[in-house]
Nanobody, 128 residues
Framework: EVQLQASGGGLVQAGGSLRLSCAAS????????IGWFRRAPGKEREGVSC????????YSVNSVKGRFTISRDNAKNTVYLQMNSLKPEDTAVYYC?????????????????????WGHGTQVTVSS
């Protein structure tokens, strides 16, 4: 059974930090790109960051560049999203998803594919 479990969300003040984790099981983890997505209240889901299966290539959208860092540990089947300098506009439910594609990460990696597996989200709330 494929599982993606996101965790690490919570309530934090603006300027604070959180680290999200996405633990995977049930598929060959290193063969999959992992993306982080978020959905804010009243807004459509948007891609945030993604990382290739071989850990070499990453991409983050402009709104989080310099603040969020995506990484993965294939030995632990886990992807992380380190979020620093959080802003109220980062408030959303964050999801991780898996996509079997081997490519250099780009904006299209977050917008141009149908991710195969999705986890339940974790709530991130940033207070002002």
């Amino acid at each position: 059974e494929v599982q993606l479990q996101a965790s690490g969300g919570g309530l934090v003040q603006a300027g604070g930090s959180l680290r999200l984790s996405c633990a995977a099981s049930g598929f060959t983890f290193a063969d999959y790109t992992i993306g982080w997505f978020r959905r804010a209240p009243g807004k459509e889901r948007e891609g945030v960051s993604c990382i290739s299966g071989n850990e070499i290539s990453t991409y983050s959208v402009n709104s989080v560049k310099g603040r969020f860092t995506i990484s993965r540990d294939n030995a632990k089947n886990t992807v992380y999203l380190q979020m620093n300098s959080l802003k109220p506009e980062d408030t959303a439910v964050y999801y991780c998803a898996a996509l079997r594609v081997l490519a250099t990460m780009s904006p299209a990696t977050l917008t141009g594919y149908e991710y195969e597996y999705w986890g339940h989200g974790t709530q991130v709330t940033v207070s002002s």
